[in-house]
């Protein structure tokens, strides 16, 4: 029998409360991680994940995600696949978007993910990986979309650099950048659409994604296992997708 890919390795998973933190952070411990589920207010017995630890985490805050990281270091706990994937998405016409909602995502989407990341590479050892959750937005800006494309256009950016800073040391970077994926933002976006009067869009997705249906958290999963694992030794910088051909539609 062969070990299990993420054998003694720990990861910590931001927005892993629900949706694809926490399929990211179900897969990673099948794959025989330790994990860690960070959220605003976790709760790991929920999970069912045996041996998860939860840590309750506003991923804005610099000074409590530095205490974080700290206190899982004193406690044996210092993760070496870090996953910065929190996220929060507004939908609203650039005319009308007022600053202070576009400055709160950023601030949880872009900015979160760097204090997340930084972080991590401050304190990580040699193989270590930080896996960004990206967006198809982060590469296509959209209508409604102008706040939280620009926090994932600037997250592939951050990533990118992250990527040419830590490779000295041996710290691989890389996005996943979801297509259109089933979890409660997915609802958020479909209640918001119908607020403003639009269409519920997922007929129309369906028929634009050459697969024929929305992706499922757990689908996506195992991308952040292979690269979290020794399958991918050699790949950092990059941004792969995983959106049911989207990009071939
Ligand atoms: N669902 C999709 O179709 C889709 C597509 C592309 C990218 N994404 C990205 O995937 C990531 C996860 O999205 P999801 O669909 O699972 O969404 P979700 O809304 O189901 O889960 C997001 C999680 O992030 C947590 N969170 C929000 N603000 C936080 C903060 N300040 N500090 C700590 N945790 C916070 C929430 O509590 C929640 O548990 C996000 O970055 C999102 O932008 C989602």
């Known amino acids: 029998m062969t070990a299990p890919l993420l054998r003694d390795r720990t990861a910590l998973i931001t927005g892993a409360g629900r949706g694809i933190g926490l399929a990211v952070a179900q897969a990673m411990a099948e ?11 976790p709760d790991a ?5 045996a041996g998860a630890r939860a840590v309750a985490l506003d991923v804005t805050d610099e000074a409590a995600t530095e205490a974080a990281f700290d206190r899982l270091a004193a406690e044996g706990w210092l ?3 870090v996953v910065p994937n929190a ?5 609203e016409g ?4 007022p600053a202070d909602r576009f400055r709160a995502v950023v601030d949880v989407n872009l900015t979160g993910a760097f204090l997340t990341a930084r972080a991590a590479a401050r304190r990580m050892v ?10 198809l937005f982060g590469l296509r800006g959209g209508a409604q979309n102008a706040a939280y494309s620009a926090s994932k256009f600037g997250m592939v950016g951050l990533m990118e650099s992250m990527a040419a800073d830590l490779a000295p040391r041996g710290i691989l970077v890389n996005c996943v950048a979801p297509g259109q994926i089933e979890t409660d933002m997915m609802t958020k976006l479909v209640q918001d659409r119908l607020a403003m009067g639009l269409p519920d869009p997922r007929e129309r997705l369906r028929a634009r994604i050459p697969l024929g249906r929305l992706g499922s958290a757990a ?20 941004t792969i997708t995983v959106d049911g051909g989207w990009q071939v539609g």
């Open 31 to 41: 794959h025989g991680a330790r994990v860690i589920l960070a959220d605003l207010a």
């Open 45 to 49: 017995a929920a999970t069912g994940i």
């Open 79 to 81: 993760p070496d696949i």
């Open 87 to 91: 996220g929060i998405l507004h939908l």
């Open 94 to 97: 650039v005319e009308t978007l």
């Open 126 to 135: 040699a193989d270590g990986r930080i896996i960004f959750t990206a967006s």
């Open 219 to 238: 689908e996506l999963a195992g991308t952040y296992v292979w690269l979290a694992s020794p399958l991918a030794t050699y790949v950092t910088g990059q």
